[in-house]
Structures are given as structure tokens and as C-alpha cells.
Nanobody, 122 residues
Framework: QVHLVESGGGLVQAGRSLRLSCTAS????????VGWFRQAPGKERDFVAA??????DLYYADSVKGRFTISRDKNAVYLQVNSLKPDDTAVYYC?????????????????WGQGTQVTVSS
């Protein structure tokens, strides 16, 4: 079992930055592919970014390319979010899967955190 905890969200003005973190219990976290997803009020959960277990393979949604950066170390996965826009307002979730590759599809992830709220004011 893997227990994921997100942190780093908050209320920021448009154009500012945040660094979201996803930490996990369990010694095998470093072997898992990890993704970030987000869900805005009244909308479906959308893919944001994913990273392979070795950190070499990165995937981004078109809407965040050039603004968001996913990275990881032994104990956590990070999402650096820059140039925030009001449309980025959402609850951000990290998710882990039992294989080393990342995935764009939420149904391929077995473990989910509780989410962290990001609110961007104009």
C-alpha cells in the first residue's frame, strides 16, 4: 500500500508560482510511475503531468506545457507551477501506479492522495 499526501497549494494571484509536493509512505514509492491530475468545480478530473520512476520520461498536458514542471527525488514528486492563470484553479491530486512508467489516464493509477487546493485570482 502507498499513502500519498499532497501539499503546497494555496491562494495566489495570476502570474505567480507554487510548488506542489507529493510525499508517500512505503519504501517502493521510488519504483512507481506518478501523475498529477486536477479537478475544477463542476468539471471532470484532467491529466496534468506524469513522470516515470527513473525521472527520465515526462508527460504534460498541452494546457500546461512550458509553465509546469514535474520532477522527483527519492521520497517525493513535485509539480512546479509557474505563470498561473485563473483557469488553473482546481484541486490537484497526485497518483501512483504499480509500474515504472507514467500514464496520462487516471484509471491506470491505483493510489491517490486527498488533493491540495490551488486557487488563482485575476
Amino acid at each position: 500500500q502507498v499513502h500519498l499526501v499532497e501539499s503546497g497549494g494555496g491562494l495566489v494571484q495570476a502570474g505567480r508560482s507554487l510548488r506542489l509536493s507529493c510525499t508517500a509512505s512505503g519504501r517502493t514509492f521510488s519504483l512507481y510511475g506518478v501523475g498529477w491530475f486536477r479537478q475544477a468545480p463542476g468539471k471532470e478530473r484532467d491529466f496534468v503531468a506524469a513522470i516515470s520512476s527513473n525521472g527520465r520520461d515526462l508527460y504534460y498536458a498541452d494546457s500546461v506545457k512550458g509553465r509546469f514542471t514535474i520532477s522527483r527525488d527519492k521520497n517525493a514528486v513535485y509539480l512546479q507551477v509557474n505563470s498561473l492563470k485563473p483557469d488553473d484553479t482546481a484541486v490537484y491530486y497526485c497518483a501512483a501506479r504499480n509500474v515504472g512508467s507514467g500514464s496520462l489516464y487516471d484509471y491506470e493509477y491505483a493510489y491517490w492522495g486527498q488533493g491540495t487546493q490551488v486557487t488563482v485570482s485575476s
